[in-house]
């Protein structure tokens, strides 16, 4: 076979490791892999070359993409994807890494090109329906766990309360996950309404247990972070600092997770663009075990966060 691999949308770290998995194994199975510069923008563009096991040496432990990425607007018009669709043409099989809006690419393509299309679920906010995980959600936890350990230090040192925006403009996944391990006092999300009395409240409390300090980590999609900075800061006379994690959250060496993850997923990758019984597949991790699933799985909404983790951060904070 011919494969079109291409890596689109936001970049997650361990997607090297997926390129690298799927390069080297196609090679031994005796396919030919062609890389897609710049995602869906660089198949327009025909800007591909013949991929071979030395082209992903020394990249298993980098984070973004080699391939590198860019958001395509312009795939989604009619005339973008006719011109997807006649680069396509050169291919057997296409397999995309990326979130929630690559696989919907991906699904498009599939539809208007009849192409096979295998997509790699690689997002750090661990939104995409039909799998319990996905490349980059555990390094980009991690990374934000660092960052909020260092800063408890300041917290508590200085008797602050810290508001700790996370990645996240639709769903909590990311922020659950990181307040939860971080320790936070509170965690707030999109799909969790809140209001300002609530969180005073939660503050105020603490203040009566005996606490000095206490970190509150914000999905970004849960309100404007800065406004409840002010907010706090007036109302209660807080002493109260916004820190924003941003792209940081996106970068770095990918965690032994998730370079297992990307070299797990890339094999599953192959499986799927072998397996006839359908012509677009996810590849999903589901209760521990590796499998490739329909895509059209992938374009259900995906459940809220685990309610009981969400629980569980306020239960912890006595």
Request: aromatic share 6%.
């Amino acid at each position: 076979m011919k494969i079109a691999l291409a890596t689109t949308g936001g970049d997650a770290p361990g997607m090297n490791a997926a390129i690298r998995s799927v390069v080297r194994l196609a090679t031994e199975m005796g396919h030919q892999v062609y890389g897609i510069r710049r995602g869906y923008c660089g198949l327009i563009e025909r800007d591909w070359w013949a991929m071979g096991p030395r082209d992903v040496s020394g990249i298993v432990n980098q984070g973004g993409t080699i391939l590198r990425t860019l958001r395509c607007p312009y795939v989604e018009t009619e005339e973008g994807l006719s011109k997807a669709c006649e680069a396509l043409s050169n291919f057997d099989a296409l397999i995309v890494i990326g979130g929630d809006g690559s696989i919907r690419g991906g699904w498009a393509l599939h539809e208007r090109c009849g192409i096979k299309v295998v997509a790699v679920p690689a997002s750090i906010d661990n939104d995409i329906a039909g799998t319990d995980t996905t490349i980059g959600f555990d390094t980009a936890v991690n990374t934000a766990v660092e960052a909020i350990d260092k800063i408890r230090d300041t917290a508590t040192s200085h008797e602050r309360v810290f508001v700790v925006e996370v990645m996240g403009r639709a769903r909590g996944f990311l922020a659950v996950s990181v307040a939860l391990a971080a320790g936070a006092e509170m965690v707030l999300i999109p799909e969790h309404p809140f209001t300002l009395s609530e969180i005073e409240s939660s503050l105020d409390e603490g203040e009566k247990k005996g606490k000095s300090s206490s970190i509150i980590v914000m999905a970004e999609g849960a309100g404007y972070a800065p406004s409840l900075v002010e907010r706090l800061a007036r109302d209660r006379n807080y002493s109260v600092r916004l820190s924003v994690l941003g792209y940081m959250q996106r970068g770095g060496n990918p965690t032994a997770t998730s370079r297992l993850l990307g070299a797990l997923f890339g094999e599953e990758a192959l499986r799927a663009a072998q397996d006839d019984r359908e012509q677009a597949w996810l590849v999903a991790s589901v209760d521990g075990k590796l499998v490739h699933r329909p895509l059209v799985d992938a374009l259900k909404p995906k459940d809220g966060p685990d309610m009981r983790m969400f629980d569980l951060v306020s239960r912890l904070a006595v």
